[in-house]
């Protein structure tokens, strides 16, 4: 079983640019969420999809959106890119209805805004 | 979600039993206790839930108070390669979806 892999793992943008992240779900998983991890404090939901649809958000602007494709992958875009989104993005995949059993992460892509 | 306490950073020596606290006062009766735990660059890994009763699977145990207002992951051996920061978290199964992530504990073990 494949666990989750994002891409790319590192990424230099400037502000005001736009950035997309990729995620690959691990096999047999539906529902794919993303997390926004600053240095030194602990990862923040951003979104989670499932069925192609977001169905939860947290509390980001409306500049981070995403998408859920039909095999279960997922993008997370953000434009008009701040210093402040400067972080590690992570993104995590589960089966819907067993959200009490684990989530799997991917180790991230380290996003730098200068 | 409910929110946790956990101490800032703790220390074990290799080979040695290590006590990882939670505290979840305002925990509601639907709410899962979930551990991951984050080693460096590299994202949260899953560790171990529970509802009311300890729980043990090849990582870790976890025990829960009687009145599910505190628990505690237990690492059997403390190997180096379980310093890492430890994440405490209350999941409700019915509201779906957010793990609540605090700044969990960063454990240190020492050779």
């Known amino acids: 079983e494949t666990g989750v892999t994002q891409s790319p793992t590192h990424l230099i943008k400037t502000r005001g640019q736009q950035v997309t992240l990729r995620c690959s779900s691990q096999s047999g998983h539906n529902t794919v969420s993303w997390y926004q991890q600053a240095l030194g404090q602990g990862p923040q939901f951003i979104f989670q999809y499932y069925r192609e649809e977001e169905n939860g958000r947290g509390n980001f602007p409306p500049r981070f959106s995403g998408l859920q494709f039909p095999n279960y992958s997922s993008e997370l875009n953000v434009n008009a890119l701040e210093l402040d989104d400067s972080a590690l993005y992570l993104c995590?995949?589960?089966?819907?209805?067993?959200?009490?059993?684990?989530?799997?992460f991917g180790s991230g892509t380290r996003l730098t805004v200068v | 979600d409910a929110k946790t306490t956990q101490p800032n950073s703790m220390e074990s020596n290799e080979e040695e039993p290590v006590h990882l606290p939670c505290n979840h006062s305002?925990?509601?009766?639907?709410?899962?206790i979930h551990w991951y735990r984050q080693l460096p660059s590299q994202g949260p890994e899953y560790v171990i839930h529970g509802l009311t009763s300890n729980v043990n699977n090849r990582m870790a145990s976890l025990a829960i108070a009687e009145d599910r207002k505190s628990s505690t992951l237990i690492l059997h051996r403390a190997t180096l390669r379980d310093a890492a920061v430890y994440y405490c978290?209350?999941?409700?199964?019915?509201?779906?979806?957010?793990?609540?992530f605090g700044k969990g504990t960063s454990l240190l073990v020492t050779p």
């Open positions: 995590a995949s589960s089966l819907a209805g067993r959200g009490a059993m684990g989530y799997t």
């Open positions: 305002t925990i509601s009766g639907t709410d899962y």
């Open positions: 978290i209350l999941r409700d199964s019915n509201s779906g979806y957010a793990l609540n």
